[in-house]
């Protein structure tokens, strides 16, 4: 499985580009954004998308959406990334749906890592939502 990046310039221009690849991330914190791309990676999230927040709102540098198969698994990506946030220095994370886990959100302040159920995260299309001022590409991995 391979991570998928939705890269956006400041002109608005986004695409989808394979994990590895240069990403421009805001200034704070490339580090928490690695850990949080290399936890999701081990435990096994599907169509994980990485989208540049910085110059279109103040709430985050990068928002990260991934998909489990089932509650448990979308729990387990969960639980496993908190522990990663918290590993990379991060104490003040505020998490909300862990006990339902269709939608569990993980904001760390410079990186919200979104992770749903697929039929959740395809009613909701927060890749749309963010991305709305440019269509996506598909670039093969």
């Known amino acids: 499985m391979s991570a998928l990046t939705l890269q956006s310039d400041h002109g608005g221009t986004a695409r989808r580009a394979v994990k590895g690849e240069a990403l421009p991330v805001g200034k704070p914190s490339p580090s928490l954004l690695n850990a949080v791309l290399a936890c999701l990676e081990d435990a096994k999230a599907e169509d994980v998308v990485s989208i540049n927040l910085t110059d279109k709102t103040p709430i985050a540098d990068q928002m990260v ?25 991060y104490r003040d994370i505020r ?5 339902s886990c269709d939608w569990v959100l993980i904001d760390s302040g410079d990186v919200v890592v979104h992770v749903f159920r697929p039929e959740v995260r395809s009613f909701y299309n927060l ?6 001022d440019a269509p996506l590409e598909n670039v093969a991995v």
């Open 127 to 132: 890749e749309k939502l963010w991305s709305a």
């Open 95 to 99: 998490v909300e749906g862990l006990p």
């Open 65 to 89: 959406i991934a998909s489990g198969r089932s509650q448990r698994h979308v729990g387990a990506i969960a639980d496993q990334l908190l522990d990663a946030v918290k590993q990379a220095g």
